[in-house]
């Protein structure tokens, strides 16, 4: 039986599959097993910072410097234009040192032996220890249970809360307002006046950016939340993904 990889299904995927950097952990290479299982499974950050050493140099190639200066690579695995622009304005080096350094950051610092995140990236599938929560074998009475309780929508958080408003205590944006800060500011704008509006003192906002730091969110907005860099910054550091520029997490004042 074919095995299906879960990964390659997605266009992020069939690009981590066919194009430079990800060659030597997918495809034909013949460091394929060496390198990947000598990631993935090394016993210390120590060892894995052994083997991400010897393989940094083989991986960046004129081919892989070529295709992460390509807006369409880039697309594919998953990153658009604004979030190219915002590295590219904000960090040293640009979008090819970008890359590199966050590449060698979590395969040299964090254990990928629990990064589920990577594993499933790089080969297509989990294991039964590296594995996201939601799949572990221990939890799925627990979800199964509580299912009732989740409610999607499909529409843009500006939409949902005019549809929808409320007292909420709780957002967490992720990495889109890279996108609406470049395309449509009012957009952006519109959006944190709709936050506010339906949140009280203390409601939590967290939310991450491809730049090292979210200075797109309007000045009047930023008066009325209190930052926690404190906290944010160690995390940061753990992120298994380890791809974006910086993380916030702001409480209503």
Known sequence: MKEVLF???GTAG???WAAGP????????PMRKTSRCGLLDADSIEQQRQVYAWIEPKIWGNLSNWLIRQRMVMTLLGVP????????DSYPGGLGSYVKDKLRHVMSELPAAENYFWRVYL???YTMSCCPNYLRAENQS???SRADRVRTHTRSISDFLRENPGTYTHYVLLDHQDWLAWHDPAALREEWELILANSRPGTRILMRS???EMDFIPGDITAR?????????????LDRVGTYGSMTFAEVL
């Open 7 to 9: 990964t390659i299904t």
């Open 14 to 16: 069939t690009a981590a």
């Open 22 to 29: 990800w060659a030597l952990f997918q495809g034909g290479s």
């Open 81 to 88: 234009r604004p979030q190219v622009k915002l590295i590219d």
């Open 123 to 125: 080969t297509g599938s």
């Open 142 to 144: 627990t979800l199964a």
């Open 210 to 212: 491809a730049a090292l």
């Open 225 to 237: 939340l209190r930052f926690f860099p404190e906290r944010t910054e160690p995390l940061h550091r």
